[in-house]
């Protein structure tokens, strides 16, 4: 039968990130990582953005000078307060822009109206890159208030926001073509399941 709901479904997955591409690898019995690196990356991930902003803080905390920066140092240089006053909004922008973008949010949210309509509870893996992330994104907010309390050179400012970024887009730039190819195909195998879960469980039933 053609289901053009299912057109629909595949097309909030064609952005897939690796959390997204990694839920559904599980879910899929017809698919899995095959691949050593991409294994490594399902634990690398998730230090690199959560762990490692998490140890940047508490090594700006430790090392932050409060006597003589204070909570909100006054450095006067209009430039470098034209340049902040940009690079800030870019960041606050991408980091809103990261955490809407892909299929994590939406896989999650579909999970749980899943869970409330049918009772069948969801799978927790779904939820692990959205936390991620949220996560990843609250650590990069605060590392950029110590940025902009330590800095004096614009220059510097710009390259170290775009670096604190990054760390939100990781997980887009370790998914290749062949990877959302499998990402997919197992989607579909996910919309089939939750589609057919209730005829299921009438006949189990």
């Not at 990130?17 to 599980?26: A, I, K, S």
């Not at 960041?91 to 939406?106: F, M, Q, Y």
Request: with cysteine; net charge negative; proline share 4%.
């Amino acid at each position: 039968a053609f289901y053009p709901q299912l057109d629909e479904f595949l097309g909030m997955m064609k952005d897939l990130n690796f959390y997204g591409f990694e839920c559904l690898m599980r879910i899929d019995p017809r698919q899995r990582i095959d691949r050593r690196r991409a294994k490594l990356k399902v634990v690398l991930l998730p230090v690199l953005q959560v762990v490692v902003p998490l140890l940047l803080i508490k090594y700006e905390i430790d090392h932050y000078d409060w006597d003589h920066g204070g909570i909100c140092p006054a450095y006067g240089n209009p430039i470098f307060r034209i340049v902040g006053f940009v690079m800030f909004i870019y960041s606050v922008w991408e980091i809103e822009d990261e955490l809407e973008a892909g299929p994590t949010r939406k896989l999650t949210q579909l999970m749980a109206r899943h869970y409330a309509i049918t009772g069948v509870k969801m799978d927790v893996y779904f939820g692990i890159g959205f936390w991620a992330q949220w996560l990843c994104g609250l650590a990069v907010v605060v590392l950029e208030y110590f940025l902009f309390s330590t800095s004096d050179n614009p220059l510097e400012l710009v390259m170290n926001c775009v670096a604190l970024v990054f760390l939100l887009q990781i997980d887009d730039e370790w998914v290749d073509e062949r990877q959302r190819d499998k990402g997919l195909k197992a989607a579909e195998y996910l919309f089939k399941e939750l589609r057919d879960v209730m005829y299921k469980d009438e006949e189990i039933g």
